[in-house]
């Protein structure tokens, strides 16, 4: 047996052990979720109506809370495909596979439902027929809003979107496919040129000297812009290739590099910081809500 699979197996099944003992220790813990419940409004004397939320270790543990069969299997369910999923880094197996599949079946299914409710209903068919939908779907419809045709063109431009699936004249999806790839590019652009170009050319156009309130010299203000437009300058010099990096150019150039370099650094350092959020989340999620072994006593 290889070392490395030797490693994982003794993993697994210390963990498998520690597992059937936590089960069998905790009368409350392994995968079991409690309900109680609380008034919707706590400050309200008129209001009565109640919901369910998750209870504590110690809620449950003074019977003050009920178990819930939904939620305790929905528990597990989430237990078992994040641990597959952290199988990956062992090796590529039949599990990951599977929580992979799951996953974006379900994020396929979830934003279809999503699209279809606020973008069918909420948006083209509320528009079309307001009195169906109202009795319908969405009673909340202002009862003065009244059918508005124009809608019928997105209607038109969809049923062309679908006809791509029939057998023959696909071609008739590349008209409303061009108009909204054409549509899309004309709406970013504008937002782009402002959110890129001109609101970066407007932030760059700072003082020197920066004063404060009561008329002193503030020191790190004023290294901060000077800082700023050296950066931008060095960066823009970096990327003008019409002279050759070469003498003054190219020492500017190069401080270019560093401040490009220091940009990329924190920008991974960031994307990583926020991979090792995420990795932490799941670690909570298992050692608290799955196996309560944060501070099971008190709050959760």
Known sequence: ??????????????????LLYRGISSPNGLGKAYVKQVRMKP???????MKLVNASFKEASENRAQFSISR???????????????????????????????????????????????????????NLVP??????????????????????????????????????????ARWPLAFIVGTFAGIKLIS??????????????????????????DVWASLRNIGLVIG?????TYFFFSVEHRGVVGRIARVGVWFLMITFGASFAFTVMGRIALFAARISFLFDDWLWLIDPAGKR
């Open 43 to 49: 400050d309200s004397k008129t209001d009565l109506r």
């Open 1 to 18: 047996m290889k070392r490395e699979t030797l490693i994982w197996t003794i993993l697994f099944v210390v963990g498998g052990l520690f």
């Open 131 to 172: 009195g169906l939908v109202r009795a319908w779907s969405l009673p909340e419809l202002k009862p003065s809003q009244e059918a508005d045709f124009v809608y019928v063109i997105p209607l038109i431009l969809g049923i062309m979107v679908l006809w791509r699936l029939a057998p023959r004249g696909a071609w008739i």
């Open 232 to 236: 931008v300058l060095s960066c823009l």
């Open 192 to 217: 782009f040129l402002d959110a890129d170009f001109v609101s970066q050319i407007r932030s760059t156009i700072v003082p020197f000297v920066v004063l404060t309130t009561a008329g002193r010299f």
């Open 72 to 126: 305790t299997a929905g528990l597990w369910v989430a237990a078992f495909l994040t641990l597959a999923v952290f199988s990956f880094l062992y090796r590529d197996n039949v599990f990951y596979k599977f929580a992979e599949a799951v996953f974006v079946g379900v994020t396929a299914a979830y934003w279809m439902v999503v699209g279809f409710w606020e973008g069918i209903v909420e948006k083209l068919l509320s």
